[in-house]
């Protein structure tokens, strides 16, 4: 077999000389006589443990950041989400009442009993799904990727804020391009960056005259999926924008500046770009671009 002389063969492996796990960098370099035939294979190995570890402990701690900036988002969500979780239940107490009022009668109305217990179930689900959207978010789990539909991501995010949005009295609305080719993602992760960017929307708004959001997705000519995420706040300075997305850079009081720095890193492990500019009419857009999902040739 003949190879180009500037060809190298590489692998990564462990090896347990000493009884413990190494990682061992292995370059094969082919030795080649005038006519181009292999004469022999020169191996250089290199021990790569040291960075192996440093890699794993940064990857621990981007998902420990990850996991405290949703728990510090769920904070800011506690109202939104008693008010979201107020409603079912208490309709699913009348409902019980009512019911228990309807079987005290003589002649109960069994028809009227069957609906009010369907209005249960239908109550008891909806606050289902209310825990199992915010259990999700809180969970520290490992990244699954797989094939997503973006606007889907958007309204399960948008259902979830929804609360919050009207106790704050701030108007969303949405501009979403219709059958858009699907992305490659992870959908909890994907759910914390519009999250992360909704929140700080509605913090960019909520000394504003006019308090809005609008959120809307399109496919560019680079078969690349925008997502945006327009305020009607003040804006940003334009000599900071670049810092935004610095770890430990807030210009929140009480923020620790590490929201937008995590998003970003969850975007780049999505290959894509995260980026904001400011409107002409006012306020601040956030951009992310993720590209498109390509079936495997």
Not at 51 to 60: L, S
Not at 69 to 77: D, H, W
Not at 203 to 226: G, L, Q
Not at 286 to 291: A, L, Q, R, S, T
Request: net charge negative; aromatic share 6%.
């Amino acid at each position: 077999m003949e190879y180009d002389p500037v060809d190298t063969l590489e692998s990564i492996g462990f090896s347990k000389p000493t009884g413990r796990k190494r990682w061992i960098h292995c370059r094969l370099y082919p030795v080649k006589d005038k006519d181009g035939k292999v004469l022999n294979v020169v191996q250089i190995e290199e021990d790569i443990t040291d960075q192996k570890k440093a890699e794993d402990q940064m990857n621990e701690l981007r998902a420990e950041l990850l996991h405290s900036t949703r728990a510090g988002t769920m904070v800011e969500l506690t109202a939104a989400l008693a008010h979201e979780l107020n409603h079912p239940l208490g309709s699913i107490l009348n409902n019980a009442n009512a019911a228990k009022r309807f079987l005290e009668k003589k002649d109960p109305d069994l028809n009227e009993i069957r609906e009010i217990i369907s209005d249960i179930i239908s109550e008891d689900r909806r606050a289902s799904d209310v825990m199992q959207k915010l259990r999700a978010l809180m969970k520290k789990e490992e990244v699954n990727f797989a094939p997503l539909q973006i606007n889907d991501i958007i309204e399960e995010v948008v259902k979830f804020t929804q609360s919050d949005l009207i106790i704050k009295n701030i108007s969303l609305t949405k501009q979403m391009e219709e059958n858009l080719p699907k992305i490659w993602g992870d959908r909890t992760h994907l759910q914390q960056v519009l999250l992360n960017l909704i929140m700080n929307a509605t913090d960019a708004v909520k000394t504003s005259k006019i308090k809005a959001i609008n959120i809307s997705t399109a496919k560019d000519d680079a078969e690349n999926i925008i997502i945006s995420v327009k305020d009607s706040g003040t804006g940003i300075d334009e000599n900071k924008k670049d810092d935004l997305f610095k770890p430990f850079y807030t210009t929140k009081k009480e923020g620790m500046g590490m929201g937008l720095s995590v998003i970003r890193t969850i975007v780049k492990s999505h290959e894509g770009a995260i980026w904001v500019e400011n409107n002409p009419e006012g306020g601040a857009s956030f951009f992310v671009k993720i590209p498109i999902y390509k079936e495997p040739v």
